[in-house]
Each structure stands twice: as C-alpha cells, then as structure tokens.
C-alpha cells in the first residue's frame, strides 16, 4: 500500500475510536494497517501495544481458569526461563504504555497489567509457585460407569472416550472428585459415595493395555498401591 501518511492517519484514527470502544480485535487490525501504510506514524504501536496486552489479559490460561496469563501478558512463551527476554518484553512495553507517554485511552489499564505480570515472572518464588498453579494435575480419576472400576490417566485423555480394562465397555473419561480414604492396614477403599452403591474395585491401568491407545505417564504419582483390582468393602 502507498497510500501514504494521510491514509495512515485516518486508519490510525479509526484504530483509536475502536479502543474507545473497546474493541480491542478491530483496534488492532487498523493500528496494523495504519502500520503498513505509513510504517513511521506514531501512535500505532501504541495503540498495538495496549491492543495486545489487554487481549491476552481476556484469555484466561488453559485449564487454570481463575489466572491471568502473565506469560501471554509480557509476549513471552508459557513458563520461559529467560529472563533476560522476560526483561526486554517488560521494558519495551512499559516504555510504549506508560500513560505519561501513551495518550490513548486503557493505556493505565495495559500498563498494570504489564506491570503486574513483571511483579510476578521476575521474581523467583513467585513465577515458582505462579507455574505450579497453572500447571494443572497430571493426572486424573475416571471410573467405569458400569463396573466401577477406577482408573488413573493423564492429564490429556480427560474427556476422552476410554476403554474398560475390565469389561471393555466403553465410556467417557470424566474426573472424579477425589479418591474415598484408604482403609488403614487393608487392601481396601472404604465405599461410602452414593453413586457407587454395589462397591468398586480399585485398579491401575498396566504400562501396554492392548485395548487402550493411551498409556498413563510414567511419572505417575506413586501412591503405593499395587496394579491388581483392589475389592472395596
Ligand atoms: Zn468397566
């Protein structure tokens, strides 16, 4: 496009009415454009950079709903390591959103967030335990709902449609809550769930079960059972 500084300027303009608006999806495909067409004007990257920053704040990070994608927030990949580009992402955009430079309007708003983000990934023990809460369990409960056997999966098969290793029925790879207490000094779960009313057994799925196409990861948490059917009282 040659359209030049003028052409720029209107897109730019629309760019920034689209912010106001809060359409942050529009804002950024005109700041883009203005962009492309006059790649000096000032204030496209501004308004990119808010654009930007703001949409990754909506997106909520998968399977960790309750946090905030700080990653995604400073344009870093998922849990990096390095700091150093986590420092020149945290610079670059606080230079572009500081409001006292950025006049356009939800630049205070990006500005904390890249702010907050740069609180929680520079400092060690807070990217630790932050990585940890949005890591998600490894593993996953099912049970067949027709025998009642109980079946350890990773993470990635949940929802699924998974294969009964003891009655080969069929079934969907729903998470259930937790585990009911292990009987103390006996090979048993205490039974005590409604929806289990003739008892269950208790069973780890073997390392290359034939009529299953997922495997269990082998760093399963080890829980000291063995892998043979365990009868619930
Ligand atoms: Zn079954």
Redesign the pocket.
Known sequence: MSSGRGEAERLLAIGEKLLQSRDLSGSRDFAILAQEAEPLLEGSDQILAIADVLLAAEKPVDGAAEHLDWYAILQVERTCEDQDLIRRNYRRLGLLLHPDKNPFTLADQAFKLVSDAWAVLSDPAQKTAYDRAISGPATFWTA?P??Y?LYQYPAACLGCCLR?H??H?S?HGLSIPSLPPLVPDQDAYYCNWGCFPMGFVFHNLPPDGPALHLRPTPNAPQNGLSSLPRKAL
Do not use: A, P
């Open positions: 067949c027709y025998c056997f009964c003891n009655c029925r079934f």
